[in-house]
């Protein structure tokens, strides 16, 4: 079955920096790849998903790349503000003809420091 | 965006009775919705998979008979924890799929058994 690592477990960045989250997944057939944003006490919010037939993706201060040969994608967050500190999970998944499960990294813990 | 809600969003409960949470989608309907429990610090663990007008689908290692799940409807599924126990304490949260391949999590519900 599909396996997804993310590292790193903790970033801590100063405000204005970028911040770069990495994760790999085991399963070449996976297509869809999300990423959640978890705040204290509240449930994952989606912030960008890409799916296998785009390699780049951009929203905002938000941008995900995807390498297909390599199986990892990354979460590129540019112009960091104290509002982004948060846990942000990767996930992967196969998705044709309906809902299939997400696979979630093992989070990685955001801190930016004013 | 889709909006999905939980009711209740904390609960505490003496050891043996049963709990209900309830998952609606309040703008979309969705054929299927996830069911994930969260311990501290930790990634999200999904518990099963239920679609509308069926049963669900349990994970490995997730007792069906404990944690019974309803999709009587394309807007609410609701997960009952029966007869729960201190070690059942956790953070549940659920998921429905929306339009697309995209999955709309809930703000989560907090459970403690005394």
């Known amino acids: 079955g599909e396996n997804v690592e993310q590292h790193p477990s903790t970033l801590s960045v100063q405000e204005g920096d970028s911040a770069v989250i990495k994760c790999t997944y085991s399963d070449s057939a996976s297509n869809y790849f999300p990423w959640y944003k978890q705040e204290l006490g509240k449930g994952p919010q989606l912030i960008i998903d890409i799916r296998s037939n785009v390699g780049e993706k951009k929203d905002q201060r938000i941008a995900v790349t995807l390498n297909k040969t390599a199986k990892h994608f990354s979460l590129h967050i540019t112009e960091t503000q104290p509002e982004d500190s948060a846990v942000y999970f990767c996930?992967?998944?196969?998705?044709?003809?309906?809902?299939?499960?997400?696979?979630f990294g093992a989070g990685t813990r955001l801190a930016v420091h004013p | 965006g889709a909006v999905v809600s939980q009711h209740p969003s904390r609960v505490i409960c003496k050891s043996g009775t049963s709990v209900k949470i309830e998952c609606r989608s309040l703008d979309f309907q969705a054929t299927t919705m996830f069911w994930y429990r969260q311990f501290p610090k930790q990634s999200l663990m999904l518990m099963a998979t239920?679609?509308?007008?069926?049963?669900?689908?349990?994970e490995q290692g997730v007792e069906k008979d404990k944690f019974l799940i309803n999709h009587a409807s394309l807007t609410l599924s609701t997960l009952t924890v029966t007869s729960a126990h201190p070690e059942d304490s956790s953070f549940y949260i659920c998921?429905?799929?929306?339009?697309?391949?995209?999955?709309?999590f809930g703000p989560g519900t907090r459970l403690t058994v005394l």
């Open positions: 998921s429905a799929g929306g339009a697309g391949d995209t999955q709309y």
């Open positions: 239920s679609n509308e007008g069926s049963k669900a689908t349990y």
């Open positions: 996930a992967a998944s196969w998705v044709g003809g309906g809902y299939n499960k997400l696979i």
